[in-house]
Structure formats: structure tokens, C-alpha cells
């Protein structure tokens, strides 16, 4: 008499398919790219609202009062008061005693 080892069965393991070109091309083509620009960064959009810019009038800086002999042109009123002024005057505008 032989002796037979005892057969183990394997499991039933089901195969694995990928989808057909078709269908790739399909998936492929309804998620938005980039290239397309159909998506906005929301950075941009907060980062815009969360800008304010104040317009800080400019002017000439003068050294004596009444707006004579010129110390710098195009500077605000503080920073001509650093440096020294007597007045100041925006474009356009009166002449300022600091």
C-alpha cells in the first residue's frame, strides 16, 4: 500500500479586471484639470478681501514756512516732519504748517 499525503485545496481567489480603455478614458475625462482652469485656489480670494491698501497722500517737504526751499518730494506729512520741515504740501493742494 502507498500512503497519499492529503491535497489541501486552495481558496478561491476571484481575478482582478481593470476596466476597459473605454471606460479609463471616460474617468479620465469628467475630473477637472488644472489646464482647464475649472478650479480656483481660495487663496487668492481671502487673500484679496484681506488686503486694504490706504492711500497715504503724498507731497513736497519744505524747510522754512509759506512752502519754501524744497527738503524732498514725494514723502507724507510725518515723514517730512522727521526730517525736519517747516511745511508741507500735497499735489495740487495749500501749503500745511507742520
Avoid: F
Avoid at 497519499?4 to 479586471?17: F, G, L, Y
Avoid at 525736519?84 to 493742494?93: E, I
Amino acid at each position: 500500500m502507498s500512503v497519499h499525503r492529503p491535497t489541501v485545496r486552495r481558496p478561491n481567489i476571484p481575478e482582478i479586471t481593470r476596466p476597459s480603455v473605454l471606460k479609463r478614458k471616460r474617468l479620465v475625462s469628467k475630473t477637472p484639470s488644472l489646464s482647464k482652469k475649472k478650479i480656483v485656489a481660495k487663496t487668492t480670494s481671502t487673500m484679496k478681501s484681506q488686503k486694504k491698501s490706504r492711500k497715504v497722500p503724498l507731497g513736497t517737504c519744505y524747510l522754512q514756512n509759506d512752502c519754501k526751499k524744497v527738503i524732498a518730494k514725494e514723502i507724507t506729512k510725518q515723514q517730512c516732519k522727521k526730517q525736519g520741515g517747516k511745511s508741507w504740501k500735497k499735489v495740487g493742494g495749500v501749503c500745511e504748517g507742520i
